[in-house]
């Protein structure tokens, strides 16, 4: 019987401590995880507003390019903005408001002239504000998946934008490809990079890492007013950076980069500092193009080439032999072996599918490195056209550059090729 008694007494013991945790586990409060997004709007507007030297930034479209530009809410409906394919600051409408419970920001880009809405009919303008990283808003476009970011202004930037900063970088970097020898090169913390920019496509590449680890780096870039925003942040080692500032002064005309508050001069310079010494026979045994060639007999040929729009640069000038004012013009065509034999031709094709009866023949030829190619003329096909010997013949003779030429990578289906000799260097870009 009292065996029973305590029995009892435990079980209802036992019970009484299971129903207090049960009611100390309803009392224990809930914390909220998220954010009401009319206060995250309220919060995001005021840090929008409250920099009074606008914003530089930068917007990057999945498939439709990389641009850089200023915005500044001046006030609660309008804002300049500037982006750098049209440098010139415009008055834009612009909107706060919560889309799928999310603060975002409207810019009203359908105001535009008909030559910008081409291109902003293929951009986001629409952009949820996602997150504020240290003093950078981070947003993503609504339609698209624009990523669209903000980093306030000093001062100084804004009044560069506002005193036509963009159309000046743009200048400079005009006056950088002007330079009379091929390799812009600069020197920071000890490593010599070599910069190439190629204005129509808005990439930058960088050679870097002299010859035993020779390495290639390729980005998009867009001007700022005070120089360029890469798309792809560079890094190597201790060195890494996504804003190059670049500046010609005034009064000497020397280049300079500013690199995370270092100044560094753009120095010219007409041999590598780092070098692919596989380069020239890739360039040689992997044209980018190939025709189909009719020899006769229902029999075709691929015929791989190489084409230049632009011939020859010589120090500096391009086309400096005008192949681009011949008659019937397309192309200059590099073609390593012509039909399938041991040589190869220099042509001109002209559109849609003639290739030119007249040009050299040759062997390629190689340093017993295997880093420089050379071209040995063996023979003349046909007979060049009165109208374009003035053209045409400086630019064989060129081609035929005794000391040979540097193979540069200039692009992810490009190739230069550099004279060695620098006196009037000379340079032609194949792709």
């Not at 280049?255 to 020239?280: H, K, Q, V």
Request: glycine share 8%; proline share 4%; charged share 20%.
């Amino acid at each position: 019987m009292r065996y029973l008694y305590i029995s009892l007494m435990m079980s209802l013991l036992f019970l009484v401590q299971v129903s207090c945790r049960k009611e100390q586990d309803i009392e224990i409060p809930v914390e909220v995880s998220f954010s009401d997004p009319d206060s995250l709007l309220v919060r995001y507007q005021k840090v929008l507003d409250d920099n009074v030297n606008g914003w530089e930034f930068s917007w990057k479209s999945k498939e439709y390019g990389f641009y850089a530009g200023y915005v500044d809410l001046k006030t609660k409906l309008t804002a300049d903005f500037l982006i750098d394919v049209f440098p010139q600051i415009r008055n834009l409408g612009y909107q706060f408001t919560i889309q799928d419970k999310k603060p975002c920001l409207t810019l009203k880009t359908g105001v535009f002239p008909a030559e910008m809405k081409g291109l902003f009919n293929l951009l986001d303008s629409s952009f949820s504000i996602l997150t504020q990283k240290g003093d950078t808003l981070v947003l993503r476009g609504n339609r698209y998946g624009d990523e669209f970011m903000l980093v306030p202004n000093s001062s100084t930037q804004q009044q560069a934008y506002r005193q036509g900063g963009v159309q000046k970088t743009i200048e400079t970097i005009q006056a950088i490809q002007k330079l009379p020898k091929y390799f812009k090169r600069i020197v920071y913390n000890g490593a010599a990079y070599d910069l190439q920019f190629n204005p129509t496509l808005r990439k930058l590449y960088i050679n870097y890492g002299l010859v035993d680890r020779f390495k290639f780096f390729e980005s998009n870039y867009a001007y700022t007013a005070t120089g360029i925003r890469i798309q792809n942040r560079f890094t190597e080692d201790v060195n890494s950076f996504s804003t190059i500032e670049i500046e010609r002064e005034e009064n000497t005309d020397r280049l300079i980069a500013r690199i995370n508050g270092s100044n560094i001069p753009i120095s010219n310079e007409g041999a590598p500092s780092a070098y692919d010494y596989t380069a020239a026979t890739d360039f040689i045994n992997h044209p980018f193009h190939q025709l189909n060639l009719n020899i006769g007999n229902n029999t075709t040929l691929a015929q791989p080439f190489s084409a230049s729009f632009s011939g020859f640069t010589v120090a500096g000038v391009v086309d400096a032999y005008g192949v681009s004012q011949m008659n019937e013009y397309s192309y200059v065509m590099l073609l390593p072996r012509w039909l399938n034999e041991a040589y190869g031709t220099l042509r001109v094709f002209s559109g849609p599918s003639t290739i030119g009866s007249y040009g050299p023949a040759f062997y390629t030829q190689y340093s017993p490195d295997g880093g420089l190619v050379g071209f040995q003329q063996i023979g003349e096909f046909g007979e060049t056209p009165a109208a374009n010997k003035t053209h045409w013949d400086p630019t064989v003779t060129a081609f035929f550059e005794p000391r040979g030429f540097y193979v540069i990578r200039s692009g992810s289906a490009s190739y230069d090729l550099v004279s060695v000799n620098q006196q009037e260097q000379k340079w032609i870009r194949f792709e």
